[in-house]
């Protein structure tokens, strides 16, 4: 936990002229100091928001600015303790207030919606956690929210029906905004992206289905270009998808595999299916083959 404090109060404080942030050197740090204080008693330390707001607020700009802070508090523990125990905690918390306001940006959050609303609920939710429970664990709440994100989107990925830019090589997902892309009679053309598992297998294999079912074609393409690792079960589905298609009198073809996923493929059943035939380099040879030959490509 003092660790994610202290990569948060890095990275929002960092310059841009500042030497890149490196988590690991800041965790070896953190440990190292705090594994020192515990021979002697001491709180476990750690980069805090607020101290680091005053010092960058007063100009502090090298490692000096910690050993003047070190010694200003160890001055007010010996000297003026007595005078500050006698100020109201409100007062405290006023001071504490100043220095950290001028970390409230809400101007980011419109920056943040306008681009992503997912990231904007994650801003948030932050936030919320930070009322509520403190910063420490107000950004705990963030981590927690993000990686519920990420993992609802590692298990529902999409799968984009592709078509062709008029007068171009390019493919692209089909959306309303480019009603004019053209697209191929019996050819369903699909793209996978990011890792393919036994997490997401079958929401890939039920969104497939319901795109082949729709679009009732004689041929399906996958693009796998955006593919970095396919396991063994998806693997599977993908086997099981080609014979289930190939008994419904539906060719399947497969398109841009990376050096890994493509020794992956021809080391499995669905290789030696496949062939050279059914495995292309891009989408423009994909689709080249299948104007050139038509249904006979199915043969």
């Given at each position: ?17 500042d030497p890149p942030l490196r988590p690991n ?275």
């Open positions: 936990m003092s660790f994610t404090e202290t990569i948060a109060a890095g990275r929002v404080f960092a310059r841009t002229d050197q800041e965790i070896l740090a953190t440990g190292f100091a705090n594994a020192c204080g515990a021979l002697f008693g001491a709180m476990a330390v750690g980069g805090g928001t607020t101290q680091t707001a005053v010092n960058r607020l007063a100009g502090a700009r090298t490692q000096l600015s910690e050993l003047v802070t070190a010694g200003a508090a160890l001055v007010t523990m010996l000297f003026l303790a007595p005078f500050i125990a006698l100020m109201p905690q409100a007062t405290l918390a006023a001071v504490v207030i100043v220095y950290s306001i001028g970390l409230i940006k809400p101007g980011e959050f419109g920056a943040i919606l306008k681009v992503r609303r997912t990231e904007f609920i994650w801003a948030i939710a932050a936030l919320t956690g930070v009322v509520l429970f403190g910063t420490l664990k107000g950004i705990i709440v963030a981590v927690v929210v993000s990686l519920v994100a990420l993992l609802h989107q590692m298990a529902n990925p999409p799968v984009y029906v592709l078509g062709r830019k008029p007068g171009t090589d390019a493919f692209r997902p089909r959306s309303k905004r480019h009603p004019d892309d053209e697209t191929f009679p019996a050819l369903l053309l699909l793209r996978l992206e990011g890792r393919v598992f036994f997490f997401n297998a079958k929401h890939i294999a039920e969104k497939m289905r319901l795109l082949v079912d729709e679009a009732k074609p004689r041929i399906v393409t996958l693009d796998l270009s955006g593919v970095f690792d396919l396991e063994y079960t998806a693997l599977k589905m993908l086997i099981e998808g080609e014979k289930r298609y190939r008994e419904h009198g539906i060719w399947m073809s497969l398109v841009g595999l990376n050096p890994e996923v493509l020794a992956i493929v021809q080391r499995s059943s669905l290789g030696e299916t496949l062939g050279r035939e059914r495995m292309h380099f891009t989408l423009e040879v994909a689709v080249d083959k299948y104007l050139a030959f038509g249904t006979e490509i199915t043969q």
